[in-house]
């Protein structure tokens, strides 16, 4: 079974759609992530949720909204898509309780067009 | 002054020699430390995290952090082609704040 998994793979869209992408982990970790990775292979944190509540919210624009229905599932929603949201998005997963290393799902590689 | 600094690449080394990297971080209330591997493609995945100063080695892999100095380096030794990626530093500090430093990329020339 794959510890973190996100779906879909691929999203190709048009400018001003509305998509998710999903993600779940069965490692029993209390503690999730949404990264994104640009063309220059730069990995930037988005949000993090412990147990369901958000911790981390970096500046992004706010036509990205996660949703954590528990603490095993994470999914971010991107409202009004643009150009420049195109990118690697990847999900990980830790359990900060013992200052474990991230596990990353296979990512989403967006591109709007 | 970026807050986790890595030498982008590529950093070109023969097959069986020693690869050095290094990242460099600003935030000296840094708690942990990683070294994530990322092959083209795919997602990063984990193959050292180190704690406190000095040296952790697990298997041709050491790390090896100076808090004082605030850097922290990977070594690979007996480099193998198979090692050719982008290696990730991370960087944990308080309040749960995560960075990853930009990466640097490794060929290793058979």
């Known amino acids: 079974d794959t510890a973190v998994s996100q779906t879909p793979k691929y999203l190709v869209t048009q400018m001003g759609n509305d998509k998710s992408i999903k993600c779940e982990q069965n490692l029993g970790h209390d503690t999730m992530y949404w990264y994104k990775q640009d063309s220059k292979k730069f990995l930037k944190i988005m949000f993090s949720?412990?147990?369901?509540?958000?911790?981390i919210n970096e500046t992004v624009p706010n036509r990205f909204s996660p949703k954590s229905p528990d603490k095993a599932h994470l999914n971010l929603h991107i409202n009004s898509l643009e150009l420049g949201d195109s990118a690697v998005y990847f999900c990980a997963s830790s359990q900060v309780r013992t200052g474990s290393g991230y596990t990353f799902g296979s990512g989403t590689r967006l591109t709007v067009v | 002054q970026k807050e986790v600094e890595q030498n982008s690449g590529p950093l070109s080394v023969p097959e069986g020699a020693i690869a050095s990297l290094n990242c460099t971080y600003s935030d000296r209330v840094s708690q942990s430390f990683f070294w994530y591997r990322q092959y083209s493609g795919k997602s990063p995945e984990l193959i050292m995290s180190i704690y406190s100063n000095g040296d952790k080695e697990d298997g041709r892999f050491t790390a090896q952090l100076n808090k004082a100095s605030q850097y922290v380096s990977l070594l690979i030794r007996d480099s193998q082609p198979s090692d050719s990626a982008t290696y990730l530093c991370?960087?944990?500090?308080?309040?749960?704040?995560?960075?990853f430093g930009g990466g640097t990329r490794v060929l290793v020339k058979p």
């Open positions: 991370m960087i944990k500090a308080a309040g749960n704040k995560l960075t």
């Open positions: 949720y412990n147990n369901k509540e958000l911790i």
